[in-house]
């Protein structure tokens, strides 16, 4: 399995909007091959930051989830609408039982 996680702090005139785009993101890659979870989140100690948590069946899956038009898309959202974006990082896990 594959988790990424990431954020971006929008700026106070555009929250709304980024966050309208985020979500309208996570409903589309929910609906991907491979996607196992997929969520955006306030942090509650900023809020106006969004933080993404995302877990996918494999790196196929993932490398698939970057190519599609929706995942352009929000990435000229978070352009257009954030004061910082601090990036996503990649993890391969595997569940401990």
Do not use: I, M
């Given at each position: 399995m594959i988790i990424v996680t990431g954020s971006v702090t929008a700026r106070a005139d555009s929250?709304?909007?980024l966050r309208q785009e985020s979500l309208d993101?996570?409903?589309r890659s929910?609906?991907?091959p491979?996607?196992?979870l997929h969520?955006?989140?306030v942090d509650c100690e900023?809020?106006?930051r969004l933080v993404f948590v995302e877990?996918?069946?494999d790196k196929a899956a993932l490398d698939l989830h970057f190519?599609?038009?929706g995942s352009a898309r929000l990435m000229r959202a978070i352009a257009a609408l954030s004061s910082e974006n601090t990036g996503i990082e990649m993890f391969d896990a595997a569940p401990l039982t």
């Open positions: 929250f709304d909007a993101h996570v409903a929910r609906l991907e491979g996607c196992l969520s955006v989140h900023n809020p106006l877990h996918w069946a190519k599609q038009p």
